[in-house]
């Protein structure tokens, strides 16, 4: 038997290793550790070298601190920074999935309701059909095609038939934006739960301490620290591609919308001009 996996998701687990390689590659200081600079070992005379028995030499200075890498943090985050980097591969393959989808595919070309417009007031009924046939390759118009095809020239037809194959368009541009809806809400609280656990280990530590001072609770308050950025940074980019995506469905049904209209208001001045005779 065999098992299909859909090319949505192929798609998006191509842009995911795309986009961890990229972030690999272009920050390689989130890797490294962070270079050290070199110790001051030079010995400074005394004036007078007659006096001084011998050169006295400077104290070596303290080598700073090696900064976290990317991995570092992330280890320190605790558990919750692995179901917060599951959310991110998840949400972002998504995001860049139907970013690609939306900017291969040809949805409605600047000012199409315009020119349907232009060409209605010019030749009627058949004016429209000129210009679903100059713009075959578009969704809107296999939409407004396929409605006029089941009319028969009767406008209550037309815009049940225009409504039925709008609402199966509309499904798949809508296709993962609950996904992205569910990781922008879920990875902020995955955080503050993290946020929760460091607290947490901060007053054990305090607890089990003889001596409180900051370094007992400062691992606790790093964790919890480090889990709601983690949360945030997931959360905000992909709620920002969430929005992004919806004002794109939206802005392409108020297109067919509008379309639909203008045709629906010529069939009807043609069965009325019809019935008139």
């Known amino acids: 038997m065999k098992f299909l996996i859909p090319k949505t998701a192929v798609r998006a687990l191509a842009f995911t290793a795309i986009l961890l390689t990229l972030l690999y590659l272009l920050t390689p200081a989130l890797f490294s550790q ?19 028995p011998a050169a006295t030499e400077k104290p070596a200075e303290a080598a700073p601190k090696k900064s976290p890498g990317l991995v570092d943090l ?24 139907r970013l690609y989808f939306f900017f291969t595919t ?7 309701n315009q ?17 679903l046939k100059e713009n075959g390759d578009q969704r809107i118009t296999q939409i407004l095609s396929d409605g006029i095809d089941v ?17 199966e368009v509309i499904t798949l541009l809508e296709r993962g934006l609950t996904i992205l809806a569910s990781v922008s809400t879920i990875a902020p609280l995955i955080g503050f739960l993290g946020t929760v656990s460091g ?22 308050i790093k964790e919890a620290l480090i889990t709601t950025a983690a949360g945030l940074i997931v959360a905000i980019p992909t709620m ?9 469905v939206n802005g392409f049904a108020t297109e067919v919308e509008e379309g639909a209209n203008k045709i629906y208001k010529e069939l009807l001045r043609k069965k009325g001009a019809l019935a008139a005779k």
């Open 115 to 131: 020119i349907l417009s232009d060409k209605i007031e010019e030749k009627g009924y058949e004016g429209a059909l000129v210009h």
């Open 199 to 220: 607290m947490i280990n901060a007053f054990d530590a305090i607890a089990n301490a003889d001596q409180v001072n900051a370094k007992v609770v400062a691992g606790g």
């Open 34 to 52: 962070a270079t050290e600079t070199p110790v001051n070992n030079t010995t400074v005379e005394s004036k007078d070298s007659k006096d001084a």
């Open 151 to 167: 009319s028969s020239g009767d406008p209550d037809l037309f815009a049940k038939g225009v409504e039925r194959e709008a609402a």
């Open 74 to 97: 992330f280890l320190v985050g605790g558990w919750s920074m692995w179901p917060l980097a599951l959310s991110s591969i998840i949400g972002f393959g998504v995001a860049f999935e």
């Open 106 to 112: 040809k949805l409605v070309s600047k000012g199409y």
């Open 240 to 248: 920002s591609f969430y929005q992004f995506l919806t004002g794109k």
